[in-house]
């Protein structure tokens, strides 16, 4: 759902996508003065433990799945900014493309010849949100096109990536191969949820 804070005339709704994922709820496209302090006030109201904001995106922690649950159950809150009280009302999240990021990214990959001659292995920082991972390079320094490896054969897809498989789950590492010798190349890493949502890319390598 997104939680769209009506109030204030002087202000404009605040419009976030909240993401429901285990026993902790997620907050993407959040304004660049989003106050950490003011949003555990609000969460930790509905029994919220911890919460992290960076770049945009919010991370609230909850004992357990049934707080999650009751949280985004409720159609209906009180939200007190700046000693003013408004409603945040949930509402269905609105449709979006396949891309459009909604989490926030990994950390950088890391990237390192691994032994052969054009093969090199990529490792990434794995998330319990993720279902499944995808896994681009490209040439560095050149601000090309991204292109994806495909999972089943640890091939550099330069076609793009569509058809390429996805790494799974439990996968934090790839070894691609076929790669030319002579280019120098960058990794990134994208992530799905089971629920169909995208995280930003992670930066570059």
Request: proline residues 9%; charged residues 20%.
């Amino acid at each position: 759902p997104r939680a769209p804070m009506v109030g204030a005339p002087a202000r404009p709704n605040l419009r976030v996508e909240c993401h429901a994922l285990g026993d902790r709820v997620i907050l993407s496209n959040l304004p660049p003065d989003a106050d950490q302090a003011e949003l555990m006030r609000f969460f930790s109201k509905h029994g919220a433990t911890q919460s992290s904001v960076a770049h945009g995106f919010a991370s609230v922690s909850f004992p357990g799945n049934p707080e999650v649950a009751r949280f985004v159950g409720r159609s209906l809150h009180t939200f007190a900014d700046d000693k003013e009280t408004r409603l945040a009302r949930l509402l269905p999240r609105r449709p979006a493309g396949a891309d459009a990021a909604r989490l926030p990214g990994l950390p950088a990959p890391t990237l390192a010849p691994a032994g052969d001659s054009g093969v090199l292995a990529v490792r990434w920082s794995p998330v319990v949100l993720a279902a499944d991972y995808c896994v681009e390079l490209r040439p560095a320094g050149v601000q090309g096109e991204w292109q994806a490896v495909d999972a089943a054969t640890g091939q550099w897809a330069r076609g793009g990536r569509s058809g390429a498989g996805c790494f799974g789950r439990e996968v934090s590492s790839c070894r691609v191969t076929g790669l030319p010798t002579s280019v120098v190349f960058e990794a990134r890493v994208t992530y799905h949820t089971a629920c169909g949502c995208l995280s930003d890319a992670s930066d570059p390598s």
